[in-house]
């Protein structure tokens, strides 16, 4: 193979200087020394002796000239001829404004050790702080090394032999595949926004809050629960500027016409737990503009109103023991009334989350669901309780007794005040992948 590498460089790229300038580009990006390898002219043109710009130890800017010569045979004549455009590349390099410190020169003749050490000096005492001198001989050498026979193969056509092929796979195996994984890695990713963004036109019909505890708990450790989710538009989505929906202890609690008929109902998760879901809309809206396209786009008027509206309430069994509580606003009945919002409507809406400060202190991780998409995942490092006495702003009937477990707030721990959904800061991942309907079969044809 060291005999096919010379050869082909005598002659293989004659009249390509444009192929010999991207080879020697090649080579010199292999040489741990040089840094931001770059052509000077990489369709070709003027290049004032310089054919590679470089970095040489991060330090010092680099110029880097080619000087091939067709049908390359050592000669007196061709080495004559390679000194003189050594020369006269040195000295236009010098010429520039600012002056590199480091000068290297490509050339297919080969030339003697003494010869090399001559260039180089009439090199340094021209001015240069380094320089260094690539003749065919070192080209062949780094070309047959495993870092470069990729380069060999690409610029000078020679194929690897089977030992070859172990080296260059030893050395370089783990980062191409690296490569090609992160590549396919980089697709799928684009692939499952653009589907996310298709979908997320979809009405929302579930938006889920799953809350995972720290540890699993018998229902008497746990007894009097309440926890709400509030989502607030940053503007007003046909009619509707904030989403509240939770959960709590008695069964009967959140029905619209228990008054206090809820504390005849065992307290404490594992007897029972009550639901909610309300909006908050604008009152005009609310009285009849319909979901018109006119309306979920209209601003609302300087004497807009706001009202509270109840959409479902509901009551369910106990828990024995807890380790998960979950809640949820559900519009996935059979029919949708309005006023209703799309999934994408929930993008740069705020999240604040409410509790009683003994359920609070126990959660471990917050995850938040939108259709069949996972849009959030917080865990206990990501937030923290406050105890500065806010209180959701839902009518939910609650004990003295019971509010002596104090509400608290859960927030963002890095000192903001609600949590932000963002889909370009994080792409929500899709739960299910969907199945194609199997073909059909026909019968044969006799």
Partial sequence: MAYDTDEKLKSYLDTNQLARERMCLALLALDKRFSNVLPRHPAGGPDNGRDIEARYQNEFDAFAAVGFVNQANDSRTQKTRIRNKFGDDVKRALDQSPRPKVFVFFTNVRFTIGEIEQLTRSGLHAGFAVVDIFDRE???????????????????????????????????????????????????????????????????????????????????????????????????????????????????????????????????????????????????????????????????????????????????????????????????????????????????????????????????????????????????????????????DVQVPFSEQELKDEWVAIRPANGNSTFVISFAAESPVRLFSSQQVPRPKFPEKN
């Fill in 138 to 392: 070192r080209m062949r050498i780094v070309l047959d090394n495993a870092d470069g026979l990729a380069a060999r193969f690409q610029y000078l056509g020679i194929p690897l032999s089977q030992a070859e092929q172990a080296t260059f796979f030893a050395r370089w195996g783990d980062g191409i595949q690296g490569l090609i994984s992160a590549g396919f890695g980089r697709l799928e990713t684009a692939i499952a926004q653009i589907l996310f963004r298709h979908e997320a036109t979809d009405d929302l019909d579930l938006f889920s809050v799953r809350c995972d505890l720290n540890r699993s708990y018998d229902a008497t450790e746990i007894g009097h629960f309440r926890l709400f989710c509030t989502f607030v538009r940053r503007n007003i989505v046909r009619g509707i500027f904030c989403i509240h929906f939770g959960a709590s202890d008695r069964t009967n609690r959140m029905r619209p016409d228990t008054k206090l008929n809820y504390l005849l109902d065992p307290p404490g998760i594992g007897s029972g737990q009550s639901f909610g879901e309300w909006i908050e809309v604008l009152e005009e809206i609310d009285q009849g503009a319909g979901d018109s396209k006119a309306a979920a786009e209209a601003a609302p008027k300087e004497d807009s109103e706001f009202k509270w509206r109840l959409l479902s309430s509901g009551g369910g069994i106990g828990q024995a023991t807890v380790s998960t509580i979950f809640i949820k606003y559900d519009r996935g009945g059979i029919f949708q009334l309005p006023p209703t919002i799309r999934m994408l409507d929930l993008d740069g809406g705020w999240l604040i989350f409410h509790a009683n400060r003994s359920l609070a202190e126990k959660i471990e991780s917050i995850q938040i669901f939108a259709n069949d998409y996972k849009i959030m995942d917080i865990q206990r490092r990501d937030f923290l309780i406050d105890s500065s006495g806010e209180t959701p």
